[in-house]
């Protein structure tokens, strides 16, 4: 896993902003299990947008019950399995569906901190694999680090990181804004857009 100075500063934010930044990575993967999906003819996006609907519910209201359990069994149903003819895009949409799990396992766990620094990884991660695999060669973490596209990604990160830090005064508005923005954007940490 990539790692980088930013999930130490994540692991200094209250509970609330890491969870969003946790739902921003995810929702910006979200176009990789849709194309995955495209692909291959399932609806396995249409249950992982419910469920990561119900991870931006739980920062919008206060009071919301979700069973978090039952969540995590939902989303291991619908993990795609690796064949010998899956097309690459299988991989980005397991590391989707790995990000989101974080998610749930965090509202479980007294420490939220390792589960923020873990999708921030699966996110870098994904976007590394997606580079070595155009280059087709296997690079050491220090330079999956030095790819321009992993340091752009890791850029991004501590722009949400900086946002959340300056914006944490009215948290509906900086959720709904954030979570506005990125629907509109619909290009994930490796460049698929999709315009539905």
Known sequence: MLKNPVQLRLAKLPEWQQRLFMVLLCERMYPNIQLYCQQTGSD???RYRKILDLAWESLLVKEVKINFDLQIEKLEEIIPTV???SSYIIYPAIDACEALGEILHSYLSN???EYSARVSSIS???VAEFIMTKMDKL???EE????TEVVEEFDLQWE???ILKSEADNPIDLIKGLKED???NRISNIGVFLSN
């Open 144 to 147: 999956q680090l030095q790819l």
């Open 111 to 113: 420490d939220i901190s």
């Open 44 to 46: 396995c996006d249409n």
């Open 139 to 141: 690079l050491p973490l």
């Open 83 to 85: 064949t010998e003819d």
């Open 182 to 184: 990125l629907r509109e």
């Open 124 to 126: 870098a991660t994904t």
């Open 160 to 162: 949400i990181l900086r």
